[in-house]
């Protein structure tokens, strides 16, 4: 099944990304895997990669392969790289040697995918198309670097970080809402499929390194304020997530319990788990995804 008309949009989330892959499989695994376009925030813009490469199981596999390799994610990677994840491990030797992305079947596939990162010199949202990979690969970097645990990517002489703090749940741009911002060249879905990797009752608080940030960023006046109204702007978006919903424009996938995993979750079956409950909840919701694909 195939259609320009819907978008698909991916909330970020470090490891909960887990709980996306299995929605992720499950849409490939029933051939509703064709969206206009896909927008994948943090670890939403991996996910996107591999949804586009059609390459299922393989999110999965290499978080529960890789997590104990502190080359994959740990405080050894940052002390030692500037970066909590080991982008040259992941975003190259596991992507070109150790469970070979699908480069081809990626670039010959139509669907548009943007990897949403942060402007740091602006704090505004950035949608990065990815063309082409691997030549595109710093942008999906630059979407998943989380601020004081991640160096800035610097693509086109704009430096760049983690896209869920200037646009978390890009529905409105997907969708060319108003006030949303405009992106050269896309013609907005008429209407969205949204995975979150959050509860419907979640509320969001600060970010835990705020205050570490606000003294590393305090040359970047505008991404410091981005960082601080988060909270607020991420919670009025999820209520603009339910009108939407409710106006039959929005079909959401999102846990039915909270979701608790750190940074450099290291527990393989906590890990495992968090897929399975991705891959239940769509399966549970296949008749209205194909209805609403239409």
């Known amino acids: 099944m195939a259609t320009g008309k819907v978008a698909l949009v991916l909330e ?22 064709q969206f206009g376009a896909v ?26 392969a890789f997590r ?16 909590i994840t080991g982008n040259e491990f992941l975003y190259h030797e596991v992507q070109d040697e150790l469970d070979p992305f699908d480069y081809a079947t990626f ?10 990162a942060t ?8 949608y990065l ?5 691997p030549r595109d690969i710093d942008m999906v970097q630059a979407s998943a670097s989380l601020p004081a645990l991640s160096e800035a990517v610097e693509i086109d002489g704009s430096r760049y970080l983690d896209g869920g703090f200037g646009d978390s749940v890009p529905v409105e741009a997907a969708l060319g809402l108003e006030g949303a911002a405009t992106i050269e060249g896309y013609e907005p879905a008429e209407r969205a499929v949204v995975v979150l990797t959050r509860e419907r009752g979640f509320v969001k608080g600060p970010y835990q390194l705020q205050a570490i940030s606000d003294r590393r960023y305090a040359s970047t006046p505008y991404f410091v304020e981005c960082m601080h109204t988060r909270p607020e702007r991420y919670m009025a978006q999820r209520e603009r997530i339910w009108e939407l919903e409710r106006e039959g424009r929005v079909l959401v996938i999102c ?17 495992l788990e968090l897929y399975l409950l991705g891959r239940k909840e769509t399966e549970r919701q296949l008749d209205a995804i194909r209805a609403f694909l239409g």
């Open 12 to 33: 970020g989330g470090g490891f909960r990304g887990q709980f996306t892959t299995g929605a992720l499989d499950v849409l490939m695994e029933n051939g509703l895997d």
């Open 39 to 64: 927008f994948g925030v943090s670890a939403g813009a991996i996910a996107a990669a591999d949804l586009k490469s059609r390459q299922i199981g393989r999110g999965c596999r290499d978080v529960l």
């Open 68 to 83: 104990d390799d502190r080359r994959f994610m740990s405080l050894f990677s940052l002390a030692t790289t500037g970066s």
């Open 107 to 116: 670039n010959a596939n139509p669907m548009r995918m943007f990897a949403v």
């Open 119 to 126: 402007d740091v010199d602006f704090g505004t949202a950035a």
């Open 129 to 133: 198309e990815v063309s082409e990979l």
């Open 255 to 271: 846990p039915d319990r909270p979701i608790e995993t750190s940074v450099t979750e290291a527990n393989g079956q906590r890990l």
